[in-house]
């Protein structure tokens, strides 16, 4: 037998350089990393790369900036291609390990636009950040964007704490409300795609 394809790759989209241009290469607030989340987040729909989700990884202490990632979903045809999963996997590329928290290396965390669905859950569970920076973790993303974020642990950020992560929550939540409000709206006038597989 000979398979019809040994491999995938996943990319961001072109625009990231140009919304990166100008952004400094370390950014010392948990507010300012967020920020720039949103911004991400909010382009990406527009662009039609995914949903409205971006992340970063960052050094927690000197405010590095590692990585960013958004949803590629539809731009890539991957059903995996969140933006944590693209955030954590371009860190990992850029230390060269699967453990972003190996001994001896800076404590990373993940900064991102809402709680992990439950796919991401997992992937955040074991990329080795030791924290977890969310704008928000309520129903209100599902409520308004439309999407089956899957069967998550009530005692999600427990299960966090309980492996060395710690979380933080609420961190410029507004923000990320407008962006899913955005979204709804458009998806409602324009057509977009809210890839949810058979949600019953």
């Not at 999963?85 to 390990?97: E, F, K, P, S, Y």
């Not at 492996?163 to 998806?187: H, N, Q, S």
């Amino acid at each position: 037998m000979r398979l019809p394809t040994t491999e995938y790759s996943i990319a961001l989209p072109d625009w990231i350089d140009d919304a990166l241009a100008g952004v400094p290469a370390v950014i010392d607030d948990v507010e300012g990393r967020m920020r720039l989340v949103h911004t991400l987040a909010q382009r990406n729909w527009r662009e039609g790369n995914g949903g409205p989700f971006a992340a970063l990884v960052a050094e927690s202490d000197s405010g590095r900036i590692v990585s960013v990632g958004v949803n590629v979903v539809l731009a890539s045809g991957v059903s995996s291609a969140h933006a944590e999963v693209t955030a954590l996997a371009l860190a990992q590329r850029v230390v060269g390990d699967w453990d972003l928290g190996g001994e001896g290396r800076a404590d990373h965390e993940l900064v991102v636009n809402w709680r992990p669905c439950v796919q991401c859950y997992g992937a955040v569970l074991w990329s080795g950040v030791r924290r977890l920076v969310v704008a928000g973790s309520g129903p209100e993303l599902e409520q308004l964007t439309g999407f089956d974020e899957g069967p998550m642990r009530e005692d999600w950020a427990a299960q966090f704490q309980a492996r060395g992560i710690a979380v933080l929550d609420g961190v410029l939540r507004d923000g990320a409300l407008e962006t899913f409000a955005a979204y709804r709206d458009a998806v409602a006038t324009d057509g977009i795609t809210v890839y949810n597989a058979r949600r019953g």
